[in-house]
């Protein structure tokens, strides 16, 4: 019963904490760091729980580093938000050191140009789209800045298959 509870919860916290990343980036083009926090923190607690290795887990963090570091370059060339490197650090924890994080990293960089595609042609077609009476986000319409917590979200979305400890969770399962 335990074990079936913990990979619930392994099958859930990461959906759950990206996908209220990226609404509250789309709605108020900040990513709370309490998100990223708790990712990090229930990934710390549910990888030992789940069968995940030390070394493993240890591998885990060392990726989430590697990704902090580049993107901590990125922000401090004005490239990147905060709120999205420390989303992007605490999901790439989740993926470890391996494949999966390639495949990640690789699906928000894809995902991220298909969305910023999307944001670039919204805002040029503002004042059209709100004269049909669809409401739009001040985020659509007025920021100079793309969310880009919702091309990380999807991209997680679309690979978290591919992590290990989503391997060990639907294990519980079969």
């Avoid at 580049?70 to 420390?86: H, P, S, Y």
């Avoid at 042609?121 to 503002?126: D, I, P, Y």
């Amino acid at each position: 019963m335990i074990s079936l509870i913990i990979a619930i919860l392994v099958l859930v916290v990461l959906p759950l904490g990206l996908a209220l990343a990226a609404v509250s980036d789309l709605f108020t083009m900040t990513i709370p760091n309490w998100i990223s926090a708790a990712l990090l923190a229930c990934f710390l607690v549910l990888a030992p729980l789940s069968g995940l290795a030390w070394s493993e887990i240890g591998i885990n963090i060392m990726a989430g580093l590697a990704v902090f570091g580049v993107c901590f370059a990125l922000f401090a060339m004005n490239v990147m938000g905060g709120g999205d490197a420390k989303l992007l650090t605490a999901a790439a924890v989740w993926f470890g050191f391996n494949h999966s994080l390639l495949v990640f990293l690789v699906a928000v960089g894809y995902v991220g140009g298909a969305v910023t595609l999307l944001f670039l042609l919204l805002r040029s077609q503002a004042n059209s789209v709100m004269a049909m009476g669809i409401p739009l986000p001040a985020s659509l319409v007025t920021a100079r800045k793309i969310p880009y917590g919702i091309a990380i979200a999807i991209g997680g979305f679309l690979t978290f298959e591919q992590a290990p400890i989503y391997s060990l969770a639907i294990k519980t399962f079969q």
